[in-house]
Nanobody
Protein backbone atom coordinates (compact mmCIF):
# COMPACT_ATOMS: atom_id res chain seq x y z
CA UNK A 1 0.00 0.00 0.00
CA UNK A 2 1.32 3.42 -0.98
CA UNK A 3 0.09 6.69 0.46
CA UNK A 4 0.85 10.04 -1.12
CA UNK A 5 0.41 13.50 0.38
CA UNK A 6 0.95 16.64 -1.68
CA UNK A 7 1.75 20.13 -0.48
CA UNK A 8 2.93 23.43 -1.91
CA UNK A 9 0.09 24.55 -4.12
CA UNK A 10 -1.13 28.12 -4.16
CA UNK A 11 -1.68 31.20 -6.26
CA UNK A 12 0.96 32.98 -8.30
CA UNK A 13 1.12 35.50 -11.11
CA UNK A 14 2.12 34.50 -14.61
CA UNK A 15 5.87 34.15 -14.91
CA UNK A 16 6.20 33.13 -11.30
CA UNK A 17 7.31 29.90 -9.67
CA UNK A 18 5.97 27.30 -7.28
CA UNK A 19 7.36 24.11 -5.83
CA UNK A 20 5.17 21.13 -5.08
CA UNK A 21 6.11 18.31 -2.74
CA UNK A 22 4.76 14.80 -2.42
CA UNK A 23 5.59 12.69 0.59
CA UNK A 24 5.32 8.96 0.03
CA UNK A 25 4.89 6.02 2.36
CA UNK A 26 5.45 2.57 0.93
CA UNK A 27 7.57 1.51 -2.02
CA UNK A 28 6.97 2.41 -5.63
CA UNK A 29 9.23 2.17 -8.67
CA UNK A 30 7.99 5.38 -10.21
CA UNK A 31 6.42 8.56 -8.95
CA UNK A 32 4.77 11.13 -11.11
CA UNK A 33 2.84 14.35 -11.24
CA UNK A 34 -0.45 14.69 -13.06
CA UNK A 35 -2.78 17.64 -13.38
CA UNK A 36 -6.37 18.30 -14.24
CA UNK A 37 -7.09 21.67 -15.77
CA UNK A 38 -10.62 23.10 -15.58
CA UNK A 39 -12.87 21.34 -18.05
CA UNK A 40 -10.14 18.97 -19.23
CA UNK A 41 -9.10 15.41 -18.58
CA UNK A 42 -6.35 14.52 -16.16
CA UNK A 43 -2.96 14.45 -17.86
CA UNK A 44 0.57 13.40 -17.03
CA UNK A 45 3.08 16.16 -16.33
CA UNK A 46 6.35 14.60 -15.21
CA UNK A 47 7.69 11.39 -13.73
CA UNK A 48 10.84 10.03 -12.18
CA UNK A 49 11.81 6.43 -11.50
CA UNK A 50 13.95 5.15 -8.68
CA UNK A 51 17.07 5.50 -10.85
CA UNK A 52 16.42 9.16 -11.53
CA UNK A 53 15.22 8.82 -15.10
CA UNK A 54 12.63 11.43 -15.98
CA UNK A 55 9.83 12.00 -18.45
CA UNK A 56 8.01 15.24 -19.17
CA UNK A 57 4.93 16.31 -21.06
CA UNK A 58 5.82 18.53 -24.00
CA UNK A 59 3.79 21.37 -22.53
CA UNK A 60 6.07 21.69 -19.50
CA UNK A 61 9.50 20.79 -20.88
CA UNK A 62 12.05 23.45 -20.04
CA UNK A 63 9.80 25.01 -17.39
CA UNK A 64 9.10 22.22 -14.90
CA UNK A 65 11.68 20.03 -13.17
CA UNK A 66 10.92 16.85 -11.26
CA UNK A 67 13.27 15.64 -8.56
CA UNK A 68 13.24 13.07 -5.83
CA UNK A 69 14.72 12.76 -2.36
CA UNK A 70 14.87 9.02 -1.88
CA UNK A 71 16.09 9.29 1.68
CA UNK A 72 13.04 11.33 2.64
CA UNK A 73 10.63 9.64 0.23
CA UNK A 74 9.68 13.00 -1.27
CA UNK A 75 8.99 13.87 -4.90
CA UNK A 76 9.24 17.50 -5.94
CA UNK A 77 7.98 19.49 -8.89
CA UNK A 78 9.67 22.83 -9.50
CA UNK A 79 7.44 24.91 -11.71
CA UNK A 80 8.90 28.01 -13.35
CA UNK A 81 7.65 30.48 -15.93
CA UNK A 82 4.13 29.58 -14.97
CA UNK A 83 1.30 30.42 -17.35
CA UNK A 84 -2.42 30.82 -16.71
CA UNK A 85 -2.87 27.61 -18.69
CA UNK A 86 -0.96 25.77 -15.94
CA UNK A 87 -3.85 26.43 -13.57
CA UNK A 88 -4.97 23.01 -12.39
CA UNK A 89 -5.31 20.58 -9.56
CA UNK A 90 -1.97 18.78 -9.38
CA UNK A 91 -1.85 15.17 -8.24
CA UNK A 92 1.01 13.02 -7.09
CA UNK A 93 0.85 9.48 -8.39
CA UNK A 94 2.60 6.15 -8.06
CA UNK A 95 2.76 3.46 -10.71
CA UNK A 96 4.80 3.27 -13.88
CA UNK A 97 6.47 6.18 -15.65
CA UNK A 98 4.34 6.30 -18.77
CA UNK A 99 2.37 9.40 -17.67
CA UNK A 100 -0.81 7.53 -18.53
CA UNK A 101 -3.73 7.92 -16.18
CA UNK A 102 -4.75 4.28 -16.59
CA UNK A 103 -1.32 3.09 -15.42
CA UNK A 104 -1.49 4.85 -12.05
CA UNK A 105 -1.86 2.62 -9.03
CA UNK A 106 -2.13 5.24 -6.31
CA UNK A 107 -3.19 8.88 -6.22
CA UNK A 108 -2.62 11.69 -3.77
CA UNK A 109 -5.47 13.98 -2.79
CA UNK A 110 -4.33 16.83 -5.04
CA UNK A 111 -3.21 20.39 -4.53
CA UNK A 112 -4.51 23.44 -6.38
CA UNK A 113 -2.25 25.70 -8.44
CA UNK A 114 -3.74 28.94 -9.75
CA UNK A 115 -1.81 31.19 -12.12
CA UNK A 116 -3.24 34.63 -12.78
CA UNK A 117 -2.44 36.82 -15.75
Amino acid sequence: QVQLVESGGGSVQAGGSLKLSCTRSGYTYCMAWFRQRPGKEREGVASMDQYGRTSYADSVKGRFTVSRDNAKNILYLDMNSLKPDDTAAYYCAAGDCSLRVDRVSYWGQGTQVTVSS
